[in-house]
């Protein structure tokens, strides 16, 4: 219905100019002022992202309740009571939950029925189908953790979801189509029964990186659009086809930066994608794992604000995105929107998800409490970071066993095998004693391979230089806090550390000058720059991960073997892990030649 008279149209537009700058309520939709006119109805859209494998309240590698530093709870199981009570708060009115991706990998539960029962082979559920469709999401979108364990099992994932699956960007390499559901147009009633319903397209938008980081499950198969072009593609589409609301479900931040070089399209994108691209009305996203309540973005060419926020990581965190819309002169028009955050610590867990996931539970915690060998002495990650410890060599060491042993008998048998790793964690420890399958998974925390590439001296150098980066440059003489010695822009597993030769870092010197001495193991003979050596590397690094120089070649060495496994295996023979069998301290920090520790 439109108002007769000019005065009652300016007045509405009042309503609306108002309603649209009007702080907003934690927790409280919106609503635009009472006036005579055409009635408003809001609309609720909870978000979540990154649940990576949470569907507990529970640390699987401390085999206790998770809790931190600032008592944060997590997974799916906290978010669905939180969604339970404001579904039952606005019984009758349109509510709508979305997921922005990174949703089967991350924890023991998820890695135990990708690998150790892959639901590819029992036809079992996956945990996170089941606690997601007790939830029931409306649309999830797929991040690039998704990839991680192949396609057929991502397939057997997305068919046991209640709810469609997103990725426009994804296409199929042989016909450039979307090789998953790009967007729905969900027709949702605002109210009762005799209520209008109002059209929400809901985009999913996947992360380029997936093309590096999943190489292996992706290379020949899918190729990855550009997040912003995908957009201005399908949203005008959307719209044509009866969309009368927006909303982007994106795995990428909104940094505009990426950690690959520039030869894929941004990893970080979101709030390009809404300065550029018309007709978005909000945007949910996730990927950096970070905590964005509310951000507004101007689009560059509608000058309108589009609203975005991204819910923190593994269930923290809940969006709540509220619409005020209208419907004047026969389209819905959005008077006022705006978001608050939840915090999953103020409620209990949802039973009904506790009750679909207790058995899959129970067997992974079964699992990774079972004892692989026992710890001749505590051995800890907390200075991993900026001194040589034991238990980063643990890793080195049987990667290096593992490829040398392989390589016997072929053309590199005869090259020094160096090996790669980093700090994953500043909290895994082997304590004196039993260690169990999840102190192992607690230390190398992530699905990757092993693989091995032939490097010349000069690119193991230059290697190190970017890898030390990672450090803050601090003067002869000045303080050294082991807290606020990195780069906090360089995550710790973009930091590595090479076993089979012996180098410093000088932290007083400028980064890409701070390897100021590389020499063969135990010698002060300087490595030639045409000396050639094989390098045991995870396949993230070595797919261009993190984006060191030299990594990206083709490998002499992958058998497709998960580097956890491989730690797990090599504890298991061995019974015993005693530092005496293979640390070897060969890397320090110093200033003009002074040891920092």
């Known amino acids: 219905m439109t108002s007769s008279s000019g005065a009652s149209r300016r007045q509405v537009l009042a309503v609306a ?28 859209v ?71 029962e892959p639901i590819t082979v029992t036809g079992e559920t996956h945990p996170m189908a089941n606690a997601m469709n007790v939830l029931r999401y409306d649309a ?26 997103l990725a426009a960007n994804a296409l199929n390499e042989k016909t450039g189509k979307p090789a998953y559901l790009p967007y729905v147009i969900k027709k949702v009633r605002l109210g009762g029964v005799d209520s209008p319903t109002i059209n929400v397209g809901i985009l999913g938008l996947t992360n380029p990186g997936s093309a590096i980081w999943d190489k292996a499950n992706v290379e020949g198969r899918l190729i990855f659009a550009d997040m912003i072009a995908t957009a201005a593609k399908w949203v005008p589409i959307m719209r044509e086809r009866g969309a009368d609301l927006v909303i982007i479900s994106a795995h990428g931040g909104d940094s505009g930066t990426s950690s690959y070089g520039p030869e894929l399209p941004i990893e970080n994108p979101v709030a390009l994608i809404a300065e550029q691209v018309p007709g978005i009305d909000a945007i949910l996203f996730g990927h950096a794992h970070a905590e964005v309540v509310e951000k507004f973005v101007t689009n560059a060419v509608t000058g309108e604000q589009v609203l975005t926020a991204e819910p923190s990581k593994w269930g923290q965190r809940l969006t709540r995105m509220d619409f005020t819309v209208q419907k004047v002169r026969g389209r819905w028009k959005v008077l006022a929107k705006g978001a608050t955050m939840l915090n999953t610590n103020t409620v209990v867990e949802d039973p009904a998800v506790l009750a679909a996931v207790r058995g899959q539970h129970t067997k992974t915690v079964n699992y990774v409490n079972t004892v692989v060998a026992q710890s001749s002495q505590e051995l800890s990650a907390a200075e991993s970071r900026y001194r040589d410890t034991p238990i980063l060599d643990f890793i080195n060491h049987v990667q290096t066993e593992v490829v040398a042993t392989a390589l016997a008998g072929t053309a590199y048998a005869a090259l020094p095998v160096l090996s790669i790793a980093a700090p994953f964690s500043r909290t895994a420890i082997f304590s004196q004693g039993d260690v169990r399958i999840r102190d192992v998974a607690g230390l190398y925390v992530f699905d990757n391979t092993l693989e091995a590439v032939v490097l010349t001296g000069a690119e193991v150098r230059a290697y190190l230089e970017y890898s030390a980066k990672y450090f803050r440059t ?47 193991p135990g010698t002060e003979t300087p490595i030639a720059d045409d000396a050639q050596f094989v390098v045991a590397v995870n396949n993230y690094r070595r797919s261009g991960g993190g984006n060191f120089p030299g990594i990206v070649k083709t490998q002499v060495y992958n058998q497709q073997q998960e580097i956890r496994q491989l730690l797990i295996d090599w504890a298991q023979a061995k019974g015993v892990i005693d530092p005496a069998d293979f640390f070897v301290p060969n890397w320090k920090l110093v200033r003009e030649g002074v040891p920092v520790f």
């Open 17 to 44: 100019a108002a309603a649209a700058t009007a702080p907003l309520l934690a927790g409280a939709p919106v609503r635009a002022a009472e006036a005579k006119g055409p009635k408003t109805w809001d609309l609720t």
């Open 46 to 116: 909870l978000g979540t992202s990154d649940t990576h494998g949470n569907v507990y309240n529970w640390d699987y590698y401390k085999d206790a309740e998770y809790d931190d530093s600032r008592h944060n709870d997590v997974g799916v199981a906290k978010l669905a009571t939180l969604v339970n009570q404001i579904r039952a708060e606005r019984a009758g009115r349109a509510t709508l939950v979305l997921d922005a991706g990174d949703t089967i990998q991350g924890t023991p539960l998820a890695t135990y029925y990708a690998k150790q």
């Open 140 to 165: 999830v979108t797929l991040g690039n953790h998704e990839f991680n364990y192949g396609l057929p099992l991502l397939a057997k994932w997305i068919e046991q979801l209640g709810f469609p699956a």
């Open 474 to 520: 601090l003067a002869v003489g000045a303080a050294v806090d082991p807290a606020t010695i990195s780069d906090p822009a360089v995550p710790d597993y973009n930091y590595d550390v090479i076993s089979g030769l012996d180098y410093d870092i000088d932290i007083s010197k400028p980064v890409g000058q701070r390897i100021t001495r590389l020499v063969l």
